[in-house]
């Protein structure tokens, strides 16, 4: 804990990890502390701790109470998630990055599961159909337009579903029904 931390091991461990809470974290971090000690609520908790270098590390800290025939002592874990956190903001960057341009394409895209249900139309695909997500979200594709089951395209999706392959159409299946909706 003491490498994670980058602190004197001359230090006590609750002094290393105090010194060593980011000073933006502190305010509810040590409340949960001084909760385990106080009322033996266990906490578990993900923050941020500023090693001596200056790096900033994301951890994971559980802790709680345990008793013992010399008296009770405070028992906890801090485990580097930086990695995992890294990740995670690398993927909501990502996802943020795709919606951005899903949301702004001219040409129209949609997203089904692997059972043809309508996930993600983004806009200009609505806005081609006349029609609003939730006309359409959670359906099936057969359901909205059944003259696929007699096309080439149901084969085309069942391709993409199996292989993971996009398939590119500048075609349209109309489905009367639509008109209707």
């Keep these: 804990m003491y490498h994670l931390f980058g602190v004197d091991r001359n230090q006590s461990i609750f002094e290393a990890f ?4 980011h000073p933006e974290d502190g305010h509810f ?3 949960l502390i001084d909760r385990a000690i106080k009322d033996g609520i266990p906490y578990n908790v993900n923050h941020r701790i500023k090693h001596k270098d200056g790096t900033i590390l994301f951890v ?4 709680e109470m345990k008793d013992f025939q010399e008296g009770s002592r405070l028992f906890g874990t801090v485990q580097d998630i930086t990695e995992r ?3 995670e903001q690398a993927l909501l960057e990502s996802e ?13 895209f949609s997203l089904l599961d692997k059972n043809l249900v ?4 983004n806009p200009a695909i609505l806005k081609s159909l006349g029609m609003k ?17 007699n096309s080439d395209r149901l084969a085309a999706y069942q391709k ?11 075609d349209f299946m109309f489905n009367p029904k639509l008109e209707d909706m």
């Design 18 to 21: 105090s010194s060593a809470v």
């Design 29 to 31: 971090i040590f409340p």
């Design 60 to 63: 994971n800290a559980k802790g």
């Design 85 to 87: 956190k890294q990740a």
């Design 96 to 108: 943020r990055k795709l919606s951005s341009f899903m949301n702004s394409a001219t040409n129209g």
């Design 118 to 121: 309508f996930q993600y139309m």
């Design 133 to 149: 997500e939730e006309d359409i979200l959670g359906k099936s594709a057969l359901d909205i337009n059944p003259e696929l089951k």
């Design 160 to 170: 993409v579903i199996e292989t993971g392959e996009a398939f590119n159409s500048e």
